[in-house]
């Protein structure tokens, strides 16, 4: 019976189907494999259900190999040098489609309490200082009708701005590395600054990965309103976070929605102190169902491989 490591705790129903066709060892740790750790696990099992944290970088494959896949648990995978992983013989697959979904409701979750100063109303209450309704009191940004301008129109781009325009009535402008025909009534832009200065309510989807490293860089940043307001569900270093803390401190932008961090689990203490910041503990596919669909998917690829199968979500 084939080798299987599973780097984390995901959920039961998973690991049970896997240990009906797999000799299955499953880590107690929450932390995820140091690069050391993950040469040992590509020496030592067949197949590998990494996630997010998992530090597959070209040192881990530099020693010996005995496994043939990594089946990510996880649409983002640049936490996996997938170059060095080809070169290796290593198969990588991911769990798209199944996230998109979820994700783009966390979006929306996030750009709705950043507006209307939701997380800083309930700490308002369970303070006990709340005096009861005012005319004036916590205004916040108004959502219907408001312009959002999408950064990376793939599955859960599309999907936010299905939400934004048939359920909010917001005009949709989108900046995308390549020229995109999309199903929802939008605007593509050829520049990532002329989307920045038109958007009320900016969101961040691209995939994580060295292309898009720092992409919302603080020249970016200069070109929102005073008025905006930053919402990023892709990967926390897409953005330059000095440079996003400087512009929410400064008063140079409205106030941001965040659930991915440039150094997770590390939150600066900055951000943390904000009170125009809504923060989030990296929770975009955090239901039961859709995580169990993602460990399925990815156990799948994992059989796929087993049985001389091609693997359905492969991506080298």
Known sequence: MKTLLIT???????????????????RESTEGLMPDEAAEALASYDAILPTLGDRF???????????????????????????????????????????????ADL?????????????????????GQWLGWLP????????TGK?????????????????????????VIYFNRSQKEVEVPSRQVDDLALLMSQADIIVVTVPGG??????IDAEAIAQMDPSAVFINVARGDVVDEPALIAALSEGRIAAAGLDVYAREPLVPQELRQMENVVL?????????????????????????????????????
């Open 280 to 316: 989030l503990p990296h929770l975009g596919t955090a239901a039961l169902e859709v995580r169990e669909a993602m460990g399925q998917m990815a156990l799948d690829n994992i059989i796929a491989w087993a049985a001389g199968d091609s693997l359905p979500q492969r991506v080298v």
């Open 147 to 171: 312009r959002v301008g999408i950064v990376g129109m793939g599955r859960i781009g599309q999907a936010i701005a299905r939400r934004c325009h048939y359920g909010f009535d917001m005009p």
């Open 8 to 26: 984390r705790q995901i959920p039961e129903a998973i690991i049970e189907n896997a240990r009906t066709q797999f000799d299955v060892t499953v």
């Open 107 to 127: 979006a929306m979750t996030l750009i709705l309490s950043a507006c209307r100063r939701a997380g800083e109303g309930e700490r308002l209450v369970r303070s």
């Open 210 to 215: 060295a292309d898009t490293r720092a992409l």
């Open 57 to 103: 970088t070209a040192e881990a494959f530099g020693g010996d190999i005995r496994c043939k896949v990594l089946a990510n648990f996880g649409v983002g995978y640049n936490h996996i040098d997938v170059d060095a992983a080809k070169a290796a013989g290593v198969a990588v697959s991911n769990t798209p489609d199944v996230v998109t979904d979820a994700t």
């Open 136 to 143: 004036t009191q916590m205004l916040g940004t108004h959502v």
